[in-house]
């Protein structure tokens, strides 16, 4: 039988001094007992606005304002979407787990961005959505160590200590066990987002966000810090994915379309002036945020949304997000199945 060991790891850095995420994020999930207002997306429809006045719509974020959603920041700056009669009002502050019903019962046309695997599970419990195009190609989870510590190899993270948010659990037993890895002795501890950790000896390895907190760790400890991508070792899903409420898709389809294009545009622009978009992060949107930190985080995160050439926006493939939707089955983590053809609905991205 693992043996899970589990007890809270204080740290004197909040969360938005570290850049972290929410704590539910990844593979695992908490389903919501949430109220979808079938409506939502259409109180306020483009109809009503005069033709020559741009059209209100809300982005939410699931995590706070930083590199992690440049693109949107520079669509704004650069006029993008004002080209597009758009007029985008920017939200973040909300964690992964609220960040579905958060968008969904929005008056205004709105747009979200959240982990795959959140999003299954809302659509499990109900909610009306509908997944338009993710930003990431792959996912950013991790397990972050040292290369002068106790773990070594993948394998290794089974007989260590390691240091999990709260969705990490059944994510690493699930990776170990697909390698053939005994995971009887797993000993998981539900950790900070602090590197600090692994450096104080708290933890072996830590988990993180490739585009986050292992740049932190990065900056800590240089070429002595290593880490495992999920992606690496089996487990494949889009992160950040772009979603609305069915409602916006059958109402508004050409907003949905310019909203996509003018997004795309901005993380062009994004890739191509970093310095300029994190000067423009820090000024604009999140002035406690460290300047170097986040042009190091923009540079992960181009490697996630633009794996090769031409990869920005690329539709997502229904197959990875069936083998999801099957495990998530498997672990009991789903309410009910999902129809993944009628959640993908990715005919409008530029």
């Known amino acids: 039988m693992r043996r899970l060991k589990?007890?809270?790891?204080?740290?004197?850095?909040?969360?938005?001094?570290?850049?972290?995420?929410?704590?539910?994020?990844?593979?695992?999930l908490l389903l919501l007992a949430a109220t979808w207002l079938p409506q939502a997306a259409c109180s306020?429809?483009?109809?009503?606005?005069?033709?020559?006045?741009?059209i209100p719509v809300v982005m939410q974020f699931d995590w706070i304002f930083n590199a992690q959603f440049a693109g949107f920041y520079q669509a704004i700056e650069q006029g993008y979407y004002a080209e597009a009669g758009l007029e985008v009002e920017l939200r973040g502050g909300v964690t992964t787990e609220k960040t579905v019903p958060v968008t969904i019962n929005e008056p205004k046309i709105s747009f979200g961005s959240t982990e795959s695997n959140v999003l299954l599970g809302d659509a499990?419990?109900?909610?009306?959505?509908?997944?338009?195009?993710?930003?990431?190609?792959?996912?950013?989870?991790?397990?972050?160590?040292?290369?002068?510590?106790?773990?070594?190899?993948?394998?290794?993270?089974?007989?260590e200590r390691v240091g999990i948010h709260a969705d990490g659990v059944r994510v690493i037993a699930l990776l170990l066990e697909e390698a053939g890895v005994d995971t009887s002795e797993l000993e998981t501890f539900k950790a900070s987002y602090d590197p600090q950790q692994i450096l104080d000896g708290e933890?072996?390895?830590?988990?993180?966000?490739?585009?986050?907190?292992?740049?932190?760790?990065?900056?800590?400890?240089g070429d002595r810090a290593?880490?495992?991508?999920?992606?690496?070792?089996?487990?494949?899903?889009?992160?950040?994915?772009?979603?609305?409420?069915?409602?916006?898709?059958?109402?508004?389809?050409?907003?949905?379309?310019?909203?996509?294009?003018?997004?795309?545009?901005g993380w062009q622009y994004a890739f191509d002036h970093p310095e300029e978009t994190v000067d423009l992060i820090i000024s604009k949107y999140n002035p406690e945020i460290d300047r170097d930190y986040q042009i190091g985080s923009l540079a992960k995160i181009e490697e996630l949304m633009v794996p090769?050439?031409?990869a920005l926006?690329?539709?997502?493939?229904?197959?990875?997000?069936?083998?999801?939707?099957?495990?998530?089955?498997?672990?009991?983590?789903?309410?009910?199945s999902v129809d993944i053809a009628t959640l993908l609905d990715q005919r409008f991205l530029p």
């Open 6 to 28: 589990v007890f809270e790891v204080s740290s004197e850095k909040s969360r938005t001094e570290l850049g972290a995420r929410s704590p539910v994020r990844g593979f695992a």
């Open 44 to 54: 306020a429809p483009a109809e009503t606005q005069a033709p020559d006045e741009p």
């Open 124 to 159: 499990a419990a109900g909610a009306p959505v509908r997944a338009i195009g993710t930003m990431f190609q792959d996912s950013p989870m991790g397990w972050m160590y040292l290369a002068d510590g106790p773990v070594q190899s993948f394998a290794d993270l089974a007989t």
């Open 203 to 221: 933890a072996d390895a830590l988990q993180c966000y490739y585009i986050d907190e292992f740049v932190l760790f990065e900056q800590m400890v």
């Open 226 to 265: 290593k880490v495992f991508l999920a992606r690496d070792h089996g487990y494949k899903a889009y992160s950040q994915v772009m979603f609305t409420h069915v409602d916006t898709i059958e109402a508004h389809p050409e907003v949905v379309r310019k909203f996509l294009a003018a997004t795309k545009k």
């Open 308 to 310: 090769e050439p031409g």
């Open 313 to 336: 926006f690329r539709p997502m493939d229904p197959a990875v997000w069936e083998a999801g939707h099957s495990k998530l089955l498997d672990s009991g983590l789903l309410e009910a």
